[in-house]
């Protein structure tokens, strides 16, 4: 089995920042990509940033300049640290990395999601 955990959320007032972390668990044999993603009510789950094991971040163009994504492979660790938030950056933030585990072939995994709220 492996597992996402993604911690960090919460409620923040616009303009400030928070920080999401995900570590990867279990019978891991390999991490390729990793990444978050989020969901507002109502709306899609969309990309938010990707990180590949030797770097090379992307964005979406709605969080370039705010968001920086990071990684410790030695920790099976992303980040995502979240600056000048704003109302609707409001979302559950899914953590999601192609793993391959002890028992499996590549597989995307996602976490069970963290709220980040921002407030005006």
């Known amino acids: 089995q492996v597992h996402l955990v993604e911690s960090g959320g919460g409620l923040v007032q616009a303009g400030g920042s928070l920080r999401l972390s995900c570590v990867a668990s279990g019978s891991i044999v390999n991490i390729n990509s990793m990444g978050w993603y989020r969901q507002a009510p109502g709306k899609q789950r969309d990309l938010v940033a990707t990180?590949?094991?030797?770097?090379?971040?992307t964005y979406a163009d709605s969080v370039k300049g705010r968001f920086t994504i990071s990684r410790d492979n030695a920790k099976n660790t992303i980040y995502l640290e979240m600056n000048s938030l704003k109302p609707e950056d409001t979302a559950v933030y899914y953590c999601?990395?192609?793993?391959?585990?002890?028992?499996?072939?590549?597989?995307?995994?996602w976490g069970q999601g963290t709220q980040v709220t921002v407030s005006s």
């Open positions: 999601t990395a192609d793993i391959v585990g002890i028992y499996t072939g590549w597989r995307t995994t």
């Open positions: 990180i590949l094991p030797g770097g090379d971040p």
